[in-house]
Each structure stands twice: as C-alpha cells, then as structure tokens.
C-alpha cells in the first residue's frame, strides 16, 4: 500500500526543501551554543501552515491529518529536533475542550500567535501520570495553584501553560480521578505571576528552554480550566496515539540525517587510498542503518493512517514509538562511529542527532512504558 498521495508528495517535498534551505543552516549555527530557535523561522513555518496542520480549515487550519502532520515532522526533525517538537505546540489541544473555546483559540494557534508549553510531569509524577499533586483550589472566580511541575519545555516562550493540576483527592483505586487540565495566558518571553523557576541543564533539545516550575499561590480565573473538572486524565490520556507518532517521526528524522549525512562523508573520507565507502564493512553498516529507518517509516505511516481513519490504535502507537526511538539511537551511534573522531566534535551535526535521539527513548513515555503498553495489550493487565 502506498500512503503517499501526490498531495502529501507536495507536501513533503515543500517541508523537505524549506529543512535544507532554512532550518538545518540554523540548526548547524545556534545549536553549538545552545541558542535558541529565531522568530523569524518560526514566523516562515507559520506561513506554510505548520502550525495548523491538525486544525480543522473553519478554524484556520490546514485541516489535514496525523500521517501530513508525520510527514512534515520527519522532514522538520532532519534539520533540528526542537524545529520539529515546536509545531505540536500549535496544532490544537489535547482533547476535553469545548467548541467555544476551539473558536477562540484555534485561528490564534494556527497562525503561530499562540503557542503553549504542556506542564503535566512532576518529581514523584513522570511515568506515574496519575501521581500528580500540584494542587488547584477553587476560590470564588478564581483558581489557586501550589505545587511544583518539571520538564516543562517553552515555559518561558509559550503564549500560555497548559497546567494539569489536582483539584480533588485521588481514590486509591482510580488515583487518575480529580486531575483537571487549564490554560493559563500569560506574556511570552516571561512566566506568569505567581510562578516561579528556573532552566533545567540538558544534554541536547536545544533550541528553546525546560524548565522546572514553582506554583506559589498562583490566581487564573475561573475561566482557565479546560472541560470538565476532574477529567484531566482523560484529556491527556486522548492525544498519546498522535503525540507517539509524532515523537516516531522526530526520531525518523534524526536517524535520516545521520545516515544522509553518513554517506556524503562515507564518499569522501578517504583511508587507506580508497573511501571508506568502498569498504564492504561501510557499506553493509549503511544499508542496516537504511533498512531500520525504512521500516519504522513504514511503521509510522500505517499507525497514521490508523489514526486518520478514527480507529484505535493505542497499542500500535507505542509500538511504533518504541521502534522509531529505539532504532534512531542505534543509527545515530553508528553514524557517529562511522564519522570516527569528527562525529565527536560539534563542528559536524551528527553528536547533535545523537543527543536528541537519545530523548526520544524518554519524552511521551519511555520505551519502558511503550513495552508496558503493547504488553498488556497482547497478554491482558499486568502488574
């Protein structure tokens, strides 16, 4: 089966030429020195409607689905990984919001005037989701927030928080019961009052900043939360297949300019009087590396499909989630071994492929979680 029509064609070639001319050359430039993505490129993938991908055309969208959304990612994330995460950052909420709202805030995100940063992950609540203890209590109009949140991501640049809080008492036996979720506005460039933080020093995801939040008697309105109180998990929990296809397509991406990369410099570094091209060793390593990256596309574009078609696919999601991370950590490390003393240098790309594909492992659940997921699944509920 062919997944690619002459429209998504189009559509990936457009986000295949814009990576080379206009993100990987910034890629190359600010990573080293850990700056930070330009409001200019940000301000040209707003033009090509990057950020509304997933919007439905009457809010301003380009109303298309997850396998386009996967298609532009994958081209995106071969230039800089951080280009790739931030367009999830428009793209529409996790689900539970009302029409009401979608009117109000979709046309904004669409055209890149309002991107958010997802603040759900706690010390004691990452892959427990359902531990978080941020709390949000209800006072007249208002909401009132204490708690601490981490690997928040854009905490600083986003034009608003997407907080998911307890606003009531778990049951011991449905712990993910009383998490609500709420948009908290605020100016870009700073963190809302009341919130306190400061960056978390990564190893990679440059680009933009993670931070770890401080929640100190923060005030938003009553209007800030988002569906139904108490529902929060259920919000959250409908976006993952999307989110792990689009973290599979980020780690196609890295593992394609490693191995891109890897055969332009196979060709042209030369030992022993030949290139190490012409070294059946060489060779054999590309072709794995090819065939690995193929077969998670692959994998990725039936998921997506799944997903468009409104079937679920909560287990083939993480499936190709855990695959694509996985395999981009192996291609990445073998690129780098290939490119011998350079790959360990930032004077080439491929440490920075390496980096990020080591994070893919991790972010939207870690390959532990996916294997718990597709599991249970297969074998019924586990411990």
């Not at 990936?12 to 020195?33: G, H, I, S």
């Not at 109303?63 to 995460?85: D, K, N, P």
């Not at 593992?255 to 030992?271: H, K």
Request: aromatic content about 10%; glycine content about 10%; hydrophobic content about 40%.
């Amino acid at each position: 089966m062919s997944y690619l029509t002459e429209e998504r064609t189009m559509i990936q070639q457009t986000a295949r030429d814009f990576t080379m001319n206009e993100v990987l050359p910034v890629a190359n430039k600010l990573d080293p020195v850990e700056g930070e993505i330009p409001m200019e490129l940000r301000a040209k993938m707003a033009d090509l409607g990057y950020f509304g991908i997933l919007i439905p055309e009457e809010y301003g969208g380009l109303g298309l689905g997850a396998l386009e959304y996967a298609l532009v990612t994958e081209e995106l994330a071969r230039g800089w990984m951080s280009v790739a995460s931030i367009i999830a950052r428009g793209n529409g909420l996790w689900g539970g919001i009302s029409d009401e709202q979608r009117k109000i805030y979709f046309p904004r995100m669409a055209r890149g005037a309002f991107l958010g940063a997802f603040s759900l992950s706690e010390p004691d609540a990452g892959s427990d989701l359902a531990n978080v203890s941020c709390r949000a209590a209800r006072q007249g109009d208002e909401w009132v927030i204490n708690g601490t949140k981490t690997w928040c991501t854009f905490a600083d640049g986003a034009d608003f928080i997407q907080l998911f809080a307890r606003t009531s008492m778990p049951d011991e036996k449905r712990r993910h019961v009383g998490i609500s979720q709420f948009m908290i506005e605020k100016a870009r460039g700073k963190l809302p009052p009341g919130v306190s933080g400061a960056p978390i020093r990564k190893i990679g995801y440059f680009g933009w900043k993670t931070w770890e939040l401080h929640f100190d008697n923060c005030r938003i309105p009553a209007s800030a939360l988002m569906g139904q109180e108490g529902r929060g998990f259920y919000a959250m929990m409908s976006g993952l297949e999307t989110a792990r296809v689009h973290t599979a397509a980020r780690a196609i991406g890295l593992a394609r300019g490693a191995l891109e990369d890897s055969i332009t410099y196979s060709q042209r570094r030369v030992q022993f009087k030949r290139p190490i091209a012409e070294f059946q060793h060489t060779r054999f390593k590309l072709a794995e590396m090819a065939a690995n990256i193929e077969a998670a596309r692959q994998l990725m574009y039936y998921v997506a499909a799944e997903i468009d078609s409104k079937r679920r696919c909560d287990k083939e999601a993480s499936m190709v989630k855990f695959f694509a991370s996985e395999m981009a950590e192996r291609v990445t490390s073998d690129a780098l071994q290939l490119h011998g003393g350079y790959g360990y240098t930032r004077d080439l790309p491929i440490e920075r492929y390496w980096r990020d594909a080591r994070l893919t492992k991790i972010f939207e659940g870690t390959s532990q979680i996916q294997l718990r997921i597709i599991s249970d699944r297969l074998l019924g509920g586990g411990e």
